[in-house]
């Protein structure tokens, strides 16, 4: 892992763009000017009993003077780095995703000269308001189904990377009729559950995708690190039909050792539609590259896959995913009338905060639409995070080796919610 991410784990996740301030003040105090962006930016995580989001935990408390003071020069760094808040696309895309997490200038600014003169508190009488969290711990609220490994894994001290795949019927108590999915929540268990996918047997949904001339498996959901978990758009969902049984990828990854082994009993928060609502399925599934090798050395290795749509359908989201060697990435839609558009371009990507591109409003693609998906890989000695430079690299579960998917959530919009 990145060694920020270990450092400053959680800083400022927000849950949209922060409103900008009409100037910086010339001498910023905590209480009257950097409270106010603490609150909106940091607190949603940063604050005491924290929830738990995508098996992270904001490692510190902002919700005082007290509390932040300490953290005051690892702060201004942070931000005006643009560490933190972690958001990777590029700033030509500002405003075009609904969970956009970033700072305006004059915020990072004010927290920098505030920080330079000193850190002062302030009058307290200038503060806001304190924040009122509700107290849960579940990231979204509380899942209308909560869904664990059957029985504790256990990890030994000698696995480095290992990836099992562990079967869950749901019995008819647990799902009783077929419902609409709009957010699963997965929480890690111990700390080396690095990520976990979460597939629906269900030759229903498999039959439905592939008729439409996608790529998909009924991948469901699940989280990466940093991945911060949420509600689909109104009116979109994944059908889990009565009866199925859920495949949960789980990936553990930990440095192997005496006394490094533990166990593990992840779960899983299903928020459902209620049964009256009208819903649009969608999929989740990648545009990947399985046949790709990254050279010994290489500084910027480009690996690129794309597929055509048959039908019009429209994107939710977008979610890169590469390993340690990752770079940069681009998705670009090609249209049937010859014009071209990125939807999305992360220049600088971040393995240890994969972020799921959101739109407001789902957004459309006619019918031939080629979306491709550009990656680049860094596998050079001046990659701080490479494992070793020396091998050439090929696709692979474990995150010493590589992936190279553009993980989507689309909707065909001829496709309705029915069976």
Not at 213 to 220: E, V
Request: with cysteine; charged share 25%; hydrophobic share 35%.
């Amino acid at each position: 892992m990145k060694a920020r991410y270990w450092m400053m784990a959680g800083l400022a996740m927000t849950m949209g763009m922060s409103q900008a301030f009409a100037e910086v003040p010339a001498k910023p105090t905590f209480t009257k000017d950097v409270l106010p962006i603490v609150q909106e930016n940091c607190q949603n995580c940063h604050r005491e009993k924290a929830v738990k989001m995508s098996g992270l935990i904001a490692p510190f408390s902002l919700t005082s003077y007290e509390q932040t003071r300490p953290w005051a020069a690892a702060i201004k760094k942070a931000v005006v780095n643009k560490v933190m808040p972690p958001w990777d696309a590029a700033a030509h895309q500002a405003g075009t995703f609904r969970n956009e997490r970033s700072l305006t200038q004059d915020e990072i600014d004010t927290i920098a000269r505030w920080v330079d003169q000193g850190a002062k508190r302030g009058n307290p009488s200038d503060a806001p308001d304190a924040l009122v969290f509700e107290d849960r711990e579940w990231w979204i609220g509380e899942p209308d189904l909560v869904v664990s490994l059957p029985e504790p894994v256990w990890v030994s001290d000698d696995v480095e990377d290992w990836q099992p795949n562990i079967p869950v019927k749901l019995t008819e108590v647990q799902l009783p009729e077929d419902r609409w999915i709009r957010a699963v929540e997965a929480q890690g268990d111990a700390d080396f559950v690095h990520h976990i996918v979460v597939y629906s047997v269900n030759p229903h949904q498999k039959r439905r995708t592939e008729a439409a001339g996608s790529l998909g498996y009924g991948n469901i959901g699940g989280f990466a690190p940093g991945a911060e978990p949420g509600l689909l758009q109104d009116g979109y969902g994944i059908l889990l039909k009565k009866g199925s049984t859920l495949r949960i990828s789980m990936h553990y990854h930990k440095e192997p050792g005496e006394g490094t082994g533990g166990f593990d009993q992840s779960r899983l928060g299903f928020f459902f539609y209620d049964d009256d609502a009208d819903v649009r399925p969608i999929n989740v599934e990648p545009i990947g590259n399985l046949g790709f090798e990254i050279p010994p050395h290489a500084k910027s290795h480009l690996v690129t896959m794309s597929h055509t749509f048959k039908e019009e359908f429209e994107i939710l989201n977008m979610l890169p995913h590469m390993h340690f060697r990752g770079a940069s990435a681009k998705y670009t839609a090609f249209y049937p009338d010859g014009k071209e558009e990125v939807i999305l371009d992360v220049p600088t990507y971040d393995y240890a905060w994969q972020t799921s591109y959101e739109y407001d409003t789902p957004k459309k693609f006619p019918a031939g639409t080629k979306i491709k998906v550009d990656m680049t890989f860094d596998n050079s000695a001046e990659n701080p995070s490479n494992p070793d430079p020396t091998r050439s690299v090929r696709f692979g579960g474990p995150t010493t080796d590589e992936m190279a998917l553009g993980w989507m959530y689309y909707s065909f919009t001829g496709v309705k919610g029915t069976d």
